[in-house]
């Protein structure tokens, strides 16, 4: 079982930076893949990054190559989403996912933290 906690999510102005944060309470986190996702209003959730469990290996959506980063540190059961550049169209709300299948879409993903609110001005 993973359990999965989402901070850092505020409000900042267009091309900002903020880091997202990801903690794990649950035993089997460095065995999964983790991704982050976004959902703004009216919208389907959308895939913004991924790394794979142990190597590292990273995929993200085009929409914010170059400006967004994923992390992970399996020693401490945490992830992280750095953005720069922010945009307004990257106001959402951001969630973090883990499983076992490397994908893009929500149904690879299991277990999902609650979200945090992301908003840029302009």
């Known amino acids: 079982q993973v359990q999965l906690v989402e901070s850092g999510g505020s409000l900042v102005q267009a091309g900002g930076s903020l880091r997202l944060s990801c903690t794990s309470s649950g035993r089997t986190f460095g065995s999964v893949a983790m991704a982050w996702f976004r959902q703004a209003p009216g919208k389907d959730r959308e895939f913004i990054a991924a790394i794979t469990s142990t190597t590292g290996r990273t995929n993200y959506a085009d929409s914010v190559k170059g400006r967004f980063t994923i992390s992970r540190d399996n020693t401490k059961n945490t992830g992280a989403l750095q953005m720069n550049s922010l945009k307004p169209e990257d106001t959402a709300v951001y969630y973090c996912?883990?499983?076992?299948?490397?994908?893009?879409?929500?149904?690879?993903?299991?277990?999902w933290g609650q979200g945090t609110q992301v908003t840029v001005s302009s």
């Open positions: 996912a883990a499983g076992w299948v490397f994908g893009t879409q929500p149904s690879h993903y299991t277990y």
